[in-house]
C-alpha cells in the first residue's frame, strides 16, 4: 500500500523559510516523476514544482523560480520542497504526489493533477504580510 505523508508546514511571515518533506512507503520512487502541487481556497490545484527520480531533472512554475527548490533522498524514499522568500500569495495546502508513468518523458512541462495517481494528505502553508 502506497502512502505519501507531507510535514514541515506552518506558518510564517513574509520573506521567511519552510522546508516541506513528502515520506514515501509501500513502493520505491525510482523512475518516476514526483512532484509538489498547491491548492488555496477557491483555487484550482497548481503543480509547483516536479523532479524526475532517476536523473534529477526539475520543474518550477514561474511563481516560485529562483525561490523553491525542489529534492530528494532516493535512499529514505522522501521527498522534499524547500520554499525560501516566502510570499503570501504562496499560502495554500500544499500536497505531494507521485507519477503514475515510468520514465523521464513522464517528468516534461508543467506537472498536470490527472498524471499522478498518489497523494498525500497536504500539509497546510500559511504566510503573513
Known amino acids: 500500500q502506497v502512502q505519501l505523508v507531507e510535514s514541515g508546514g506552518g506558518s510564517v511571515q513574509a520573506g521567511g523559510s519552510l522546508r516541506l518533506s513528502c515520506a514515501a512507503s509501500?513502493?520505491?520512487?525510482?523512475?518516476?516523476?514526483m512532484a509538489w502541487f498547491r491548492q488555496a481556497p477557491g483555487k484550482e490545484r497548481e503543480g509547483v514544482a516536479a523532479?524526475?527520480?532517476?536523473?534529477?531533472?526539475?520543474y518550477y512554475a514561474d511563481s516560485v523560480k529562483g525561490r523553491f527548490t525542489i529534492s530528494q533522498d532516493n535512499a529514505n524514499n522522501t521527498l522534499y520542497l524547500q520554499m525560501n522568500s516566502l510570499k503570501p500569495e504562496d499560502t495554500a495546502m500544499y500536497y505531494c504526489?507521485?507519477?503514475?508513468?515510468?520514465?523521464?518523458?513522464?517528468?516534461?512541462?508543467?506537472?498536470?493533477?490527472?498524471?499522478?495517481?498518489?497523494w498525500g494528505q497536504g500539509t497546510q502553508v500559511t504566510v503573513s504580510s
Open positions: 504526489a507521485a507519477g503514475r508513468w515510468i520514465g523521464s518523458w513522464s517528468c516534461e512541462g508543467s506537472p498536470m493533477p490527472y498524471e499522478y495517481n498518489y
Open positions: 509501500g513502493y520505491t520512487y525510482s523512475s518516476h516523476c
Open positions: 523532479i524526475y527520480t532517476g536523473g534529477y531533472s526539475t
